[in-house]
């Protein structure tokens, strides 16, 4: 089954500075890639997401990018602010009946003021 | 509005005792999902349904039963064979289909042992 591993598992950086969580997939055949943020005693909440047939996706201070040669992908946010502060997870699945995800063990990620 | 709601947000097991987690979602989502958390850890996939009256074992599905009789409603049920069962629980929901859609979670039960 697929696996996905991510690093780091604590980030603290200052804000203002940017922020780069990488994760890599060990199934080929995964296209799908989301990324989700969870803030305490909440559920986790999508915030970005790539397909396999792009290379990178920007929404405001947030990009994803995916190199499937060496299965791996990353979560950029720049400009941090302390509400960036939270725990991030990354994700795989493949298109196939019921589209299950396979987590990375999650980043927590602290903006100093 | 529109979203997943899990309740209980906190709830107590006792041992050998059954406790059922609901999982209600208004999105008209045919795809729902069971995740267990733990502390430090992602997300485990327990079950899932891809339609009503069907579903399918994730990866930790033993001590865990599911039931799917209604499109809006996926209860899970934590039973006494489950012998850690001190986790969060997170219920997701998407639309469906072979076209990875996205998954929206609840906010979540978190169950403790007694």
């Known amino acids: 089954g697929e696996n996905v591993e991510q690093h780091p598992s604590t980030l603290s950086v200052q804000e203002g500075d940017s922020a780069v969580i990488k994760c890599t997939y060990s199934d080929s055949a995964s296209n799908y890639f989301p990324w989700y943020k969870q803030e305490l005693g909440k559920g986790p909440q999508l915030i970005i997401d790539i397909r396999s047939n792009v290379g990178e996706k920007k929404d405001q201070r947030i990009a994803v990018t995916l190199n499937k040669t060496a299965k791996h992908f990353s979560l950029h946010i720049t400009e941090t602010q302390p509400e960036d502060s939270a725990v991030y997870f990354c994700a795989a699945s493949q298109n196939v009946a019921g589209n299950k995800l396979t987590f990375g063990g999650g980043t927590r990620v602290l903006v100093k003021p | 509005d529109g979203g997943i709601t899990q309740s209980p947000k906190y709830l107590f097991r006792k041992e050998g005792q059954n406790v059922t987690l609901s999982c209600e979602q208004n999105l008209n989502h045919d795809a729902m999902y069971w995740y267990r958390q733990d502390p430090g850890q992602g997300l485990r996939l327990i079950y899932y349904s891809q339609i009503v009256n069907d579903f399918q074992k994730g990866d930790i599905a033993e001590g865990y039963s599911v039931s799917r009789e209604k499109k809006e409603s996926f209860p899970l049920t934590v039973t006494s064979a489950q012998k850690n069962p001190t986790a969060f629980y997170l219920c997701?929901?998407?639309?469906?289909?072979?076209?990875?859609?996205?998954?929206?979670f609840g906010d979540g039960t978190r169950l403790s042992i007694l």
């Open positions: 997701a929901s998407s639309i469906g289909g072979l076209n990875n859609q996205p998954q929206h």
